[in-house]
């Protein structure tokens, strides 16, 4: 990953697995496209640095850091079968926990909850500001659920405007609280059960914009957690290996060669997540039906 105007949102070398060559499926294309590399698919322009006239950090450097500890170890995994020394294990989770994070999926629903909270933030405002035209002192605010942080009428309003602020300003922003979150998430998910499912030769993996899908035993995303007993993990390694992570038991290592109905099972997770994209080293149908889905909505709506 080079820092620059074009920047990918999911890692080269971990799209070139599927895409060298391969068939992209975008929500709202017509048709599949073929691409020979991976080259100039999942980037965005300045996603995560700024232009060079601008200030911040530059979470592209931070983000390639990450990559580049954790590729060799990565490389590893689509051949062993074996359990990794403790390191690779763990700039494998550290790889993950970036990879879980820095999606502009993931990060465009976290803006989007919270656009949510400034909702409700404004609504509050509002009455406080009634209170105060009143002549009455509102006193310290309490903004509600969660840690009780009581602030001022004005320390609130200026709290939200940074908000606003940060919502506005895409990746950058929000890695900026995502990173503070990998050193302690990385460690989480070595701890966890690793279990890699081998394809057999007549079937394939795919993979999606959303990689790594979080949710608990039953499937459901709602409340999932990583440090849960219940958590259940996923990401296709690549077109014949997929990872599969369990809260609990914790500590395994495995690796099992499971047949085509299963495989198309795990495919499907990857699919029912997807947000805007699928990456697969050959044509499948389940993808095809999903982008003509998608391109149905569209022309509806």
């Not at 999942?42 to 601008?54: I, L």
């Not at 580049?68 to 359990?83: D, F, G, K, R, V």
């Not at 605010?141 to 300003?169: F, Q, Y």
């Amino acid at each position: 990953m080079n820092t620059g105007k074009s920047q990918h949102t999911i890692p080269r070398f971990y799209l070139g697995q599927f895409l060298h060559p391969g068939w992209v499926y975008l929500r709202g294309a017509k048709h599949a496209k073929r691409v020979y590399s991976a080259k100039k698919v999942g980037v965005r322009d300045w996603y995560y640095s700024p232009p060079n006239d601008q200030q911040g950090l530059p979470f592209d450097d931070i983000n390639k850091e990450i990559e580049n500890s954790a590729a060799p170890a990565y490389m590893q995994l689509l051949t062993a079968e074996n359990a990794l020394i403790k390191d690779s294990k763990l700039y494998l989770a550290y790889f993950i926990a970036n990879l879980a994070l820095r999606t502009p999926v993931v990060i465009e629903e976290a803006a989007a909850a919270m656009l949510d909270t400034m909702e409700k933030a404004d609504h509050m405002i509002h009455k406080m500001s009634e209170i105060h035209k009143s002549g009455v002192d509102p006193g310290p605010i309490d903004p509600g659920p969660g840690p009780s942080i009581k602030c001022t009428l004005k320390e609130w309003r200026e709290a939200l405007t940074s908000m606003r602020e940060e919502v506005n300003t895409g990746g950058k922003a929000m890695m900026d609280i995502t990173m503070s979150i990998i050193p302690n998430l990385g460690p989480v998910i070595a701890k966890m059960s690793w279990m890699i499912m081998i394809a057999p030769a007549d079937s394939f993996f795919v993979t999606s914009d959303r990689p790594i899908v979080l949710t608990d035993l039953d499937g459901s995303p709602l409340g999932a957690g990583w440090a849960k007993s219940d958590a259940v993990g996923t990401l296709p390694l690549s077109p014949k290996r997929y990872l599969v992570l369990y809260g609990s038991p914790r500590g395994k290592w495995a690796y099992y060669k499971i047949s085509r109905q299963e495989v198309a099972g795990l495919n499907s997770r990857t699919i029912s997540f997807a947000h805007s994209a699928i990456y697969s080293s050959e044509k499948y149908n389940p993808a095809e039906k999903w982008l003509q889905k998608g391109s149905r909505a569209n022309n509806e709506s």
